[in-house]
């Protein structure tokens, strides 16, 4: 699994992902919205110092939204792609060198069976579990719960595809609109074309994270307090905590 989600981003995508916030404006907005969840989450606790996960941390802009919500925070990013990661690395030197962040090389699976359980207080994550194959999106979220303490908040800004298929349809055809309207002007076609044909892997069967299924695998898992709290298009926010 973790060689083809690997492949999506190797390449020119890779090296031009920046151009998401053109194409996709929530993006920048789930970043921030990810980030102000753990903001909150840490005022509630000035005193401790946290463990935060960040899984998919990618060029470093959720990264970036994390390390500003907090001072109290130990972050690490885990990204098994090194075009993004490198990225991520070089905007983000500062963090690096104070220690408040760290990096992981491996796949989110991985990442994750390294941890001891109960042992990170927030797992954070943007546009990254909608990558995945089904089964191993089931697996990534147990080892979330495992991993997190109890009280424990898992943060995930992502694609959450609509539950009324046609509706989930229509959007996704004014997103691939909205592709060709930018990408076109921009001169990107290589660009246009990788991010239509990683549309098509977002909206198989095999990959796509549909609301209501993906919040009763949480409930499933044994997450309470499971909560959409924002969605705009296929965009959504969803949060929830570990007892």
């Known amino acids: 699994m973790s060689e083809n989600y690997d492949a999506l981003f190797s390449g020119i995508i890779g090296k031009d992902y920046d151009t998401l916030n053109l ?15 753990l903001a909150q989450f840490a005022a ?3 005193n401790d110092k946290l463990n935060v996960v960040e899984l998919g941390g990618g060029t470093g ?3 970036l939204s994390l390390l500003n919500a907090a001072e109290n925070t130990r972050i690490l990013s885990v990204d098994s792609e090194p075009v993004m990661q490198e990225q991520a690395k070089n905007h983000l030197k500062s963090w690096v060198e104070s220690r408040q962040l760290t990096f992981s090389p491996v796949d989110a699976l991985s990442a994750l069976h390294y941890l001891p359980s109960a042992s990170v207080d927030v797992i954070a994550s943007a546009y990254t579990l909608h990558n995945f194959l089904n089964s191993y999106r089931s697996d990534v979220i147990a080892e979330i719960y495992r991993v997190l303490k109890p009280g424990g908040k898992f943060i995930n800004g992502d694609r959450y595809a609509l539950d009324n298929i046609s509706q989930h349809t229509k959007t996704t055809q004014d997103e691939v609109a909205g592709y060709f309207r930018v990408l076109v002007a921009e001169n990107k076609l290589d660009l246009l074309e990788h991010w239509i044909i990683h549309l098509f892997n977002d909206e ?3 990959h796509i994270m549909r609301e209501t299924p993906a919040l009763e695998t949480l409930h499933e898992t044994g997450f309470m307090a499971i909560n959409l709290s924002y969605r705009s298009g296929v965009n959504a926010l969803v949060t929830a905590v570990k007892p």
Do not use: Y
């Open 23 to 37: 194409i996709c404006p929530e993006a920048t907005k789930m970043s921030h919205l990810v980030g102000e969840a």
């Open 204 to 206: 198989s069967e095999n």
């Open 61 to 63: 802009i959720t990264t």
């Open 44 to 46: 509630r606790k000035k």
